[in-house]
């Protein structure tokens, strides 16, 4: 039997079409596996205003901290109006101070920092917003030495006598707000305790606490965080006496690399990393950032 030639050219019309989608689809991922992975794109020099809405406010906020350290006010405005050259440059910054308060970010120290150093730069130029005043203000800390006392030493009891011996005194607990006093670091302070966890309610933690040899915590210990080399934060334990009086904390940012010190520490200071963690809330496993507790006690002499 002779097949007609017209018999076989369907068939043939669909094996090339099958063909070139195979090719087109081999293309694309061959383009996409160039871009994404052998050369991506990098992105370089990227104006202020081309930023996206987060990256905008941590402009706005990286402004006024380097306002708060120079105090160029021209600079500053220079700065903020390339962020947004058609918009009221103060109060941008006071949306940014207002929208901080909003989303409940005035609950580290660090956090206060920040709100105060964006009301120090729009309301000045008469600027205001729903962030005026609205953040807490930590206790005061007063730097003042209590007198040392001798550290006890076991003694014979005392001869019996007819006049009773009376009781010795009891640490009387204290009633009200505590106001953290500095302890001076006799024998200066060892790293005790360094572990990390993950919690996505406080993530992103550092949590210090600050002991003396008799295992009580310390207020009034300035605490020093640095990052990025020469970046650096200081706060005080015992602002938060409702956790322990030795007790400060500080929020870290994603991938940042942070070593933390206190006065008279012996030793290499230690350095802890702000990366992703896992953990299992309610069956789920959930994403956040480590958080840390160190431990600081005071040595013997």
């Known amino acids: 039997m002779i097949m007609n030639p017209d018999d076989r050219q369907p068939a043939e019309r669909g094996l090339s079409w099958w063909a070139l989608l195979l090719g087109v689809a081999f293309g694309i991922a061959v383009a996409l596996v160039y871009t994404w992975e052998i050369d991506p794109v990098i992105e370089r020099n990227t104006a202020p205003w081309q930023l996206s809405a987060a990256d905008r406010e941590d402009y706005v906020i990286a402004v006024a901290l380097s306002y708060t350290a120079n105090q160029d006010l021209a600079l500053a405005f220079d700065r903020l109006r390339a962020l947004r050259p058609d918009q009221d440059v103060w109060s941008l910054v006071a949306d940014v101070a207002c929208n901080r308060i909003k989303t409940g970010q005035v609950v580290t120290n660090s956090d206060i920092r920040v709100i ?5 730069l729009y309301r000045p130029q008469g600027a205001s917003g729903c962030a005026d005043g609205q953040y807490p203000t930590p206790a005061p800390v007063t730097l003042s030495a209590p007198v040392p006392s001798a550290t006890p030493s076991p003694t014979l009891p005392p001869p019996l ?12 607990p204290q009633t009200g707000e505590i106001i953290p006093t500095r302890t001076p670091p006799s024998g200066g302070y060892v790293l005790s305790r360094l572990e990390s966890f993950c919690n996505p309610a406080a993530e992103g933690m550092i949590e210090v606490r600050v002991y003396d040899r008799l295992g009580q915590g310390v207020p009034g210990v300035q605490v020093s965080v640095t990052w990025s080399g020469n970046e650096r934060d200081s706060f005080f334990t015992g602002l938060k006496p409702e956790r322990e009086a030795g ?24 350095s802890v990393e702000a990366v992703p963690c896992e953990v299992t809330v309610d069956g789920e496993r959930v994403t956040a950032l480590t958080s840390y507790r160190i431990n600081f006690t005071q040595r013997s002499n």
Do not use: H, N, Q, S
């Open 116 to 120: 105060r150093a964006l009301e120090g």
């Open 161 to 172: 006598t007819k006049t009773p011996t009376p009781p010795v005194p009891t640490d009387i």
């Open 247 to 270: 007790y400060a904390d500080f929020r870290m940012t994603e991938g940042r690399t942070y070593t933390v010190m206190v006065p008279g520490l012996t030793g290499d200071p230690r």
